[in-house]
């Protein structure tokens, strides 16, 4: 019994953790399966996301962040050499077209008025009494009473504006009812040393006399540049370019996308028309391959290309 305990029975324990130590190495490092193969691997690859040329209608509508300001003030000038007899009106008044803003004698001695062009407020008064004055000489400036609202845009949006009414739809928070104003017009600057060489473009449009504003307003101009109606339309995301030539693509049969040009109507934004280059039904992509590396899409907008 001396024997067992001391030689027996310790080897059977030492036998035995052994057994259970090959088992389980076994279990871990050699089964005939492993997690891994319980998941279905992916057999597939991700195919390109299409879309379906349709019809519908399209609204194009621009809109513009703008400020209400008042009308230029109109000058007045000499139109001969002569000399200031009378200044009859002060800065600040009111004046009426036609009204005398001064009397000047010519060099044959004959006395002449020289007139308001406008009806508004004397805001610069040149002419003095005795002066003598030359062709082209400031003698006044005369501000209307008008107003009109003026926006700074991005040269590029004029794109969408290229038919363009002549009137717009101005709203101003807290003021009237949105109203329409007219005489749209785009103007840009000359670029200048003292602006970089940069073009400032701007759009503006009157405001009606009748309605009440006040400069310095903050305001949003719309303007509508078309519409089209049942026309082709796809995303503007399917489309490179935005005005009138463009190029979306087909699913290749290799995998690869098959450009195909198209004519461009007009544009909301978030669908474009189609003139001709697809027919309703066609599949394209719905996403142009001009995509980020971050995986977005560069399209255009309202505002250009928006990436």
Same mark, same amino acid.
């Given at each position: ?7 027996? &029975? ?10 259970? !130590? ?38 194009? #509508?621009? /809109?513009?962040? !703008? ?42 001695? /004959? ?78 600057? #000359? ?9 400032? #473009?701007?759009? /503006? ?8 504003? &006040? ?14 109606? @049942? ?28 450009? /195909? ?32 590396? @971050? ?13």
């Amino acid at each position: 019994m001396h024997v067992a305990r001391t030689w027996v &029975f310790p080897i059977l324990r030492i036998v035995i953790a052994i057994v259970i !130590a090959v088992a389980l190495v076994q279990l871990a490092f050699f089964s005939g399966g492993s997690e891994a193969d319980d998941v279905a691997a992916p057999t597939g690859s991700v195919g390109q996301e299409l879309t379906v040329v349709e019809r519908g209608d399209l609204e194009s #509508t621009v /809109r513009f962040d !703008a400020t209400i300001a008042a009308d230029e003030a109109v000058p007045v000038v000499a139109a001969v050499d002569a000399q200031v007899r009378t200044v009859p009106v002060a800065v600040d008044q009111r004046v009426d077209a036609g009204q005398v803003l001064a009397t000047v004698r010519n060099a044959a001695g /004959r006395t002449v008025n020289v007139t308001a062009p406008i009806t508004g407020t004397l805001v610069q008064l040149d002419a003095l009494v005795d002066q003598f004055l030359s062709v082209g000489s400031p003698i006044a400036a005369v501000a209307p009473d008008s107003f009109h609202v003026r926006a700074t845009i991005d040269p590029s949006q004029q794109y969408r504006l290229v038919d363009r009414p002549d009137e717009g739809t101005v709203s101003i928070a807290g003021g009237p009812q949105p109203f329409a104003c007219t005489g749209l017009a785009i103007d840009a600057t #000359t670029p200048t040393p003292e602006s970089g060489g940069l073009v400032e #473009t701007t759009i /503006r449009c009157a405001v009606p006399a009748e309605v009440t504003v &006040f400069a310095g307003l903050s305001a949003e101009l719309e303007i509508a540049a078309g519409s089209a109606q @049942d026309a082709l339309v796809v995303p503007t995301t399917a489309v490179e370019g935005a005005v009138e030539a463009g190029v979306v693509y087909l699913p290749g049969a290799d995998g690869e996308p098959e450009p /195909r040009d198209v004519v461009l109507g007009i544009s909301d934004g978030t669908a474009i028309e189609i003139v001709s280059g697809l027919d309703e039904g066609d599949e394209i992509l719905a996403f142009t391959p001009s995509a980020t590396a @971050d995986g977005g899409v560069c399209y255009p907008d309202e505002y250009g290309m928006n990436c």
